[in-house]
C-alpha cells in the first residue's frame, strides 16, 4: 500500500464515520425516520468495511490487477451508486406523502362541506351551552385552581430555600454538608 | 341529468360574483374550489350561495380540479363541467358543450377557441400561451393521433365515467394537455365545441411568461410519465 492510498484511506475513514455519527444523531434527536436511519447506516457501514479492507481488496480476482487509483475510483462509483438508490428510496417516501398531504387536504375540504350546515345551526343554541373545552390557562383562572406543575414548582422552591438556610444555620451536620457537596466523593 | 359546474377560484374575489350570478340564471348547480386564497374568495363564493370546497394548502388547477370531480362523484352528478373563476368562460354556452355528452356521442367535450372551422376571431392569445398551446398540440398529436386545436382550453365537461375516472387520477401542473392523452389511453370519446371567450374581468394569468417558458419541459415529462405508466382502460 502505497502512502497516497494511506491517505485517502484516513480521510475516507474519517469523513464515513461522521457521516455515521451525524446520522445517528439526527435519529436520537428525533428528525430522521428510523427505517430511513438503518437503511442508511447499512450503506455507511458498508462503506467503512470496504475503506478498511482496502490494502486486501487487491487479493480479489477482479480487483488484483488494478491499482490504487482505479480501484478508489471503483469504490467511489459504487459508493455514489448506493447513495444514488437511498435518495431514490427517500425521493419514493416524500412522492407517497405529497400523494397522501393531497388526497388529506381534497378530504378536509370535503369534510368541511358536511360539516359547516351543521355548525350554522348549532349556532343559534351555543350562547345557551357553556364551554367544555378550554384551554389550561384560561381554565385555571376561571377555577383558581393550580395545575400539578405549579405544585412541583413551589415545593421545589421552598425545598431549595429551606436547604439553603439550613446550609447557612451553624448546627447544620456535617455528614449531610458532605453528602450535598463535592467532598461527599472524597 | 344532473350536472355540476365545477369552478376553481385562486384569488379571484372580484370575477366570482358575475360569474356565479351567470351560473344561477343559466340554472346550474356550482361548487367553488377555494385553493388557499388570501383574498375574500371563500366569502364572496359562500354569500353567493353556493357550496365551497376551500383547500388549506394551494393544490394547483390540478388538484383543485379533481376536488371537485369527487365532489360531483360523491353527489350523484351525471355531468362535471369545469369552468375557470376568471369570468373567461360563459356560462351560457354550458348547454352547448354538454349537448354531445347527453346525445351520447362524446365523454370528453373542450370548449375550443380555435377550431378551424369557427375561430374565435375575437380573442387574442397572449404569444407566450399560444407557443405553449402550439407545443402540446403537437406533443399530443404526436402520442396519440388525437387532433385537438386547443389543448389549454379550461371549459371542458366530462361524462360521469370520465370524471369518476379524473376523482382517481389526475395530472397536478397543467394538466389539460396530460389529461386529454390519459382519456385517450383508457378509450374515452373527446369532442371539440366551438365556443367564445371573454377577456378576463380581473386578476392576473397565472400562466407568466415564465412559466410559459418552462411549458414545453412540464408537458414532455407529463406525457412520459403517462406513456411510461401502463395504461388503464376504462371506457
Given at each position: ?133 378550554q384551554d389550561v390557562d384560561s381554565f385555571k383562572q376561571i ?44 | ?235
Amino acid at each position: 500500500m502505497t502512502s497516497f492510498s494511506l491517505i485517502v484511506q484516513t480521510v475516507c475513514l474519517v469523513l464515513l464515520s461522521g457521516l455515521m455519527f451525524y446520522t445517528l444523531w439526527l435519529m436520537r434527536s428525533g428528525r430522521l425516520n428510523a427505517h430511513v436511519t438503518v437503511r442508511w447506516v447499512l450503506v455507511e457501514c458498508a462503506g467503512i468495511f470496504a475503506v478498511v479492507l482496502w490494502k486486501w481488496l487487491p487479493l480479489f480476482k477482479y480487483t488484483s490487477a488494478l491499482g490504487d487509483r482505479e480501484l478508489l475510483m471503483i469504490l467511489a462509483v459504487v459508493f455514489f451508486v448506493l447513495i444514488a438508490f437511498l435518495m431514490l428510496d427517500c425521493l419514493v417516501r416524500i412522492s407517497t406523502h405529497t400523494t397522501q398531504v393531497k388526497r388529506l387536504t381534497q378530504e378536509l375540504a370535503l369534510l368541511r362541506t358536511y360539516v359547516e350546515p351543521v355548525g350554522k345551526e348549532e349556532d343559534s343554541t351555543s350562547a345557551k351551552i357553556p364551554i367544555i373545552v378550554q384551554d389550561v390557562d384560561s381554565f385555571k383562572q376561571i377555577n383558581g385552581d393550580l395545575g400539578k406543575q405549579d405544585i412541583l414548582l413551589i415545593f421545589w422552591i421552598v425545598a431549595c430555600l429551606g436547604l439553603y438556610l439550613w446550609d447557612i444555620y451553624p448546627g447544620y451536620p456535617e455528614t449531610m454538608k458532605a453528602f450535598f457537596t463535592a467532598s461527599y466523593q472524597h | 341529468m344532473r350536472v355540476l359546474i365545477i369552478i376553481p377560484a385562486h384569488n379571484e374575489e372580484e370575477s366570482l360574483p358575475g360569474l356565479l350570478e351567470e351560473v344561477r340564471q343559466a340554472g346550474y348547480d356550482a361548487v367553488v374550489i377555494n385553493d388557499a386564497s388570501s383574498d375574500k374568495t371563500e366569502q364572496v363564493a359562500k354569500a353567493a350561495g353556493f357550496p365551497v370546497l376551500s383547500l388549506p394548502v394551494n393544490l394547483g388547477i390540478g388538484g383543485g380540479v379533481q376536488t371537485g370531480f369527487i365532489y360531483a362523484l360523491r353527489n350523484g352528478y351525471d355531468i362535471a363541467v369545469q369552468v375557470d373563476g376568471d369570468g373567461q368562460h360563459d356560462p351560457a354556452q354550458i348547454s352547448g358543450l354538454i349537448a354531445p355528452i347527453l346525445a351520447g356521442e362524446a365523454d370528453c367535450t373542450i370548449g375550443s377557441r380555435y377550431m378551424p372551422s369557427d375561430p374565435d376571431i375575437g380573442y387574442k392569445t397572449p404569444f407566450a400561451r399560444r407557443m405553449g398551446m402550439h407545443f402540446s398540440t403537437g406533443i399530443l398529436r404526436l402520442a396519440s393521433g388525437l387532433s385537438i386545436y386547443d389543448t389549454t382550453s379550461g371549459f371542458r365537461a366530462l361524462s360521469r365515467k370520465a370524471f369518476s375516472y379524473f376523482a382517481t387520477e389526475y395530472p397536478v401542473d397543467h394538466p389539460e394537455a396530460e389529461a386529454l392523452l390519459m382519456l385517450h389511453q383508457a378509450g374515452f370519446r373527446i369532442r371539440e365545441i366551438p365556443v367564445r371567450l371573454r377577456f378576463r374581468r380581473s386578476g392576473q394569468s397565472l400562466f407568466t411568461f415564465f412559466k410559459a417558458a418552462l411549458y414545453p419541459l412540464r408537458v414532455i415529462i407529463g406525457f412520459m410519465g403517462i406513456l411510461f405508466k401502463r395504461p388503464r382502460r376504462v371506457a
